[in-house]
């Protein structure tokens, strides 16, 4: 027997979003990694020589725990710590090249995930989902006091429409 608390929007995208996270985990343990940790390795394939602090600000955490992530990482032979060019006191983090396929692994992953988030939905209803849940940011956003602009949204827009 369902309570009126299952009915509730906030409650099912809550738990749809433990179960992907959990699903995402399972899938990550496979190649070897933990929840968090596929972040750093996909921000590094995108702009490789990142320092620590620039990590830290992308990932939203403090400084000491992107030190302790990109520790473990490289214990595992996925990142090189390498002194800047420029200024030795300055701490670049790299993809080697283990990293680089793991980054790879993580892609497929996600694709994976998502289609089997999105099995059964056509077209029509996954851009019709995807509009509802930008709005429901917003709103959200909104009451937190970080609004997104007309840019961010035309741009979501138009990226939605070469995928629909």
């Known amino acids: 027997m369902k309570d009126g608390f299952d009915k509730k929007i906030g409650q099912r995208l809550h738990h749809v ?12 343990q496979d190649i070897g990694l933990f929840p968090g940790q596929e972040t750093v390795l996909k921000l590094l394939c995108e702009s490789d020589g990142r320092t620590m602090s620039e990590l830290a600000a992308a990932l939203k955490v403090r400084p000491p725990t992107a030190s302790k992530t990109v520790g473990r990482l490289s214990a595992q032979g996925l990142l090189v710590r390498r002194a800047s060019e420029g200024d030795a006191r300055l701490v670049r983090v790299h993809l080697t090249e ?4 793991r980054a790879e692994a993580i892609d497929a992953i996600s694709d994976s995930i998502e289609d089997t ?3 059964g939905l056509d077209g029509k209803d996954r851009k019709r989902f995807r509009k509802m849940l930008r709005k429901i940011d917003r709103n959200l956003s909104a009451q937190l006091g970080a609004t997104t602009t007309e840019a961010d949204e035309d741009a979501e827009d138009a990226a939605e429409e070469e995928t629909a």
């Not at 979003?17 to 990550?28: D, E, M, S």
């Not at 283990?98 to 396929?101: A, I, L, Q, S, V």
């Open 17 to 28: 979003a433990r179960l992907q996270r959990a699903l995402a985990a399972r899938r990550l």
């Open 98 to 101: 283990e990293g680089r396929h």
């Open 117 to 119: 988030m999105i099995a």
